[in-house]
């Protein structure tokens, strides 16, 4: 199965904006619904949000509300998340997922993740 692969973390300072992208080679995932998820120093992963093949927004964290944007262009196979006004709980292990509905939950349609992108917010 081929995995999603994140790229564009880096380091921001607080208040700043970075965009993540997330593309897929060898499938196309233009009819999959796609989620970001994050993982920050040990907590457990997150799913920040995520975005149907139609467009249409699925929501995730309350804390990035208003501050992170989905957005996909089917046309190039990818994905973006959007950050702005980055604040240092957003530091984190970025991951793209194909996602599917699950028992009321968005999971990883997938048995596993990619590498994800490291997002470091400085304050």
């Known amino acids: 199965q081929v995995q999603p692969v994140e790229s564009g973390g880096g380091l921001v300072q607080a208040g700043g904006s970075l965009r993540l992208s997330c593309a897929a080679s060898g499938r196309t995932f233009s009819r999959d619904a796609m989620g970001w998820f994050r993982q920050a120093p040990g907590k457990e992963r997150e799913f920040v949000g995520g975005?149907?093949?139609?467009?249409?927004?699925?929501y995730g964290a309350d804390s990035v509300k208003g501050r992170f944007t989905i957005s996909r262009d089917n046309s190039k196979n990818m994905v973006y998340l959007q950050m702005n006004s980055a604040k240092p709980e957003d530091t984190a292990v970025y991951y793209c997922?194909?996602?599917?509905?699950?028992?009321?939950?968005?999971?990883?349609?997938?048995?596993?993740w990619g590498q994800g992108t490291l997002v470091t917010v400085s304050s």
């Open positions: 997922a194909i996602v599917r509905l699950d028992n009321g939950r968005w999971r990883n349609a997938l048995d596993a």
């Open positions: 975005i149907k093949w139609t467009g249409g927004i699925i």
